[in-house]
C-alpha cells in the first residue's frame, strides 16, 4: 500500500487513483481499499438507517443512504458500491465486480470521486473535524475561502486568485483544525474542478481535461508541478471566509460590495455551508459540531461578498479580496 495525505490526514491504500494526491507524512490514520465482496454478511435488514438523500439518479436510485451496524457505518452510493467506515479503515465493496468492463471504468470514476468527498467528509466530521463546503486559496498571511453550494462560484473565484500566482490550497471541501487558539486550513489535493465554461475562461478550452464523475460535466483540473497555477501542501492559518454572492444577470448593478456578518449570523452560514450537513445531523453528531462552528465564527471574521454576474468580473473581485488582505495584514501589523 502507497500513503497519501489529504485534508490534513495520512491513510494507505493500494487503489489506482487519478486524481493527484500528496505523499503521506507519518504514520497512517486509516486504510482504504476496495472488494469485490462485502466486508460483513449482515444483510440490509440488519442495519439501522440514518439517512436517505432525495437526490436520485438518472434510474431513480437514492443516491445515497447510510446504515449504522455494529462498529461500523455502511454509505451505499447508488447502485455502484458501499462504503464500510471504520475509526481506523473504510472498505469499498464494489456492487459490480471487477470484471464487468462495461461500468468497470464509469464505476470507478464513481467510487474515487465519492471517497474523496462524501465519504471522507463524513469520516472526518465523525472525527471531530469540520468540513466545509468551500474553495481555499492561500494568501500572504493566511487563507481565504468561498463558501458555497455547488455552481455558485467558489472555484471561479478560487481559480481567479490562482492565477494572480496565489497558491491553491483546496476546492469543494476545506477541512478545519484548531491548533494554539486559531484554525487552520487544511490542505486537500492538487487538482482543481471547473465546469467547461470555467475552464474555457481561465484555460482557453476544456476538451483535454478528465471528467471528475461520469454524470457531471466538471472537469478535473491538475494543479501545479507543471500544469496551472501553484499549490500549497502545508495547512494555513485560516485569514477571512467569504459568502459570495453572484447577482442575477439581469441585475445592472456593477459595484462589489464586502459586508461583515455576525458571529451569530456567521454559524448559521458555516451551518448551511457544510459538506455533509445532512449526514451529520442523521448521525447525530450536530450538537458537538455546533460547539466547533461557534468557536469559528468568533475567532475567523466572515463576510458576505456580492459581485455581478460574468466572468469579466472576476479580476476585480479578486482585488477586492487581495486588497482586504493587505488592509487586515497592516491592521495587525499597526496593533502591535
Known sequence: MRAYRVFGVTFASDYPFATPLLPGEGAA???????DRAPLAAGLEERSLLYASHYRDEAGNCLWRIYRMAGCEVMCSADVAEFYLWPDRIVCHRLRPAEDREHQEADGCVIEASFLSSVLAYWLEGRGVPALHASAVA???????????????KSGLAAALVQARHPFL????LALSAKDGRWLAQPGFPAMRMWPDEAEFFL??????????????????????????????AAQPLACLFVPER??????????TLTRIAPRDAVIELVRYSFAARLVQSAGMQPRRLD??????????????SYPY????????????????????AGSRAAL
Open 139 to 153: 494568501l500572504q498571511d493566511g487563507a481565504v475561502a468561498f463558501l458555497s453550494d455547488s455552481g455558485n462560484g
Open 29 to 35: 490514520s486509516f486504510s482504504f481499499t476496495c472488494v
Open 310 to 329: 460574468g466572468f469579466a468580473h472576476l479580476g476585480r473581485v479578486r482585488a477586492m479580496v487581495e486588497g482586504w488582505a493587505d488592509a487586515a495584514t
Open 170 to 173: 483546496a476546492d469543494d471541501i
Open 247 to 256: 447577482r442575477d444577470p439581469a441585475d445592472p448593478r456593477d459595484d462589489i
Open 292 to 305: 466547533l462552528l461557534v468557536d469559528i465564527s468568533r475567532r475567523v471574521p466572515m463576510y458576505r461578498l
Open 204 to 233: 482557453g478550452g476544456f476538451e483535454t481535461l478528465a471528467r471528475v464523475h461520469p454524470r457531471l460535466a466538471k472537469r478535473r483540473l491538475p494543479i501545479g508541478a507543471g500544469s496551472w497555477g501553484a499549490f500549497c501542501d
